[in-house]
């Protein structure tokens, strides 16, 4: 095995003890540290926020047949050192990567590390949600927009809020509430600074496409084709069961929790459960999409995103070769 967990050292003591527990340091196959956010496992009807997300333990934590105790989550925007992606505070995150690239870099540091998944970004969110805290984040160029006074460092050297240059932030240095649990302990940088891309979904022509649980190293072409789609309905996007409309164009809705559905169409809870299909919970973001061809999912939102960035923005317009400055991603890891 690659790294071991529970044999201390001097950063990891320091680590753990400067958070309780909640951030730990874990190492690669060369060596290289990150620091991790644990995520204990949880149930859906822990939250308390919505019966339509059923009862169980939330996918996130089911691998197969394997319940994961906890997962770790990169508390930092990936950067690459070697070829691995490693979580560190006050970089620049590395961006202009592509989807097979970004899970290349996670995947290359041993076993069980991974690109983080659809299934653990909707995990955050929902525990966020049922914390009654949504994080803000650098949504207006080095500076929250609703926020504007909460600012991080620019790598650019820009001036917060200044609408020029790439203004990408330091990873982690904005204020505790740019991170999920309002605390310098937590994710940091989950809305806004650069999209994310994210593991386990794709759309083939409309058609989603899905890990079903969070087996992250499971081969693309047994992903689950779901028979639910997403359609171009006269440039309105729109969840069918069937016969979607398959346009090359750009369309999307400013509020995800406003993506129409269409009349009689039946429900999948894991669509629910991993924020694709809106359900009674209000998640701040904006959604986009291109029907036609392969599309990979992003989330969050950017440095220039405003009201659009969020824990509920999905951007479905990606193929898996893009490659763009405001677009980076996550390590994550779990056994």
Sequence with gaps: MSIIIASPDSLRAQVEAATGG??????????????MHVIPKFRYEDLGIDATFGT????????GNTELPEIFIGQYHAQVHDGRAVSLPGRD??????YDSAKAACAAKGAGWHLMTMHEWAAIALWCHAQGFIPRGNTNYGRAHDATHEIGRRQDGGTAGEASGTARILTGSGPASWR?????????DLVGNVWEWQHGMKLVDGQIHLLEDNSFDEDEANWTAMGHYISNEGGAPTLKNSSPVVEDAGI????????????????SQLLQRLLISP??????????????????????GGWGSGYAAGLGALDLRSARTDTISGLGFRPAFAL
Excluded: C
């Design 93 to 98: 995150p590395r961006a202009s990567i592509n």
């Design 180 to 188: 999920h649990d309002n605390s310098m302990g937590g994710i940091a």
């Design 252 to 267: 999307s809705v400013s509020q995800w929790d406003n993506l129409a559905k269409d009349a009689g169409y039946t429900e």
């Design 56 to 63: 169980g333990v939330a996918t996130a934590f089911i691998k």
């Design 22 to 35: 909640k951030v730990t340091v874990l190492y690669d196959d060369k060596g290289f540290p990150s620091l």
């Design 279 to 300: 359900a009674d919970v209000s998640m701040q973001g904006s959604f986009y999409v291109n029907t036609s061809g392969e599309r990979f999912p992003i989330r969050g």
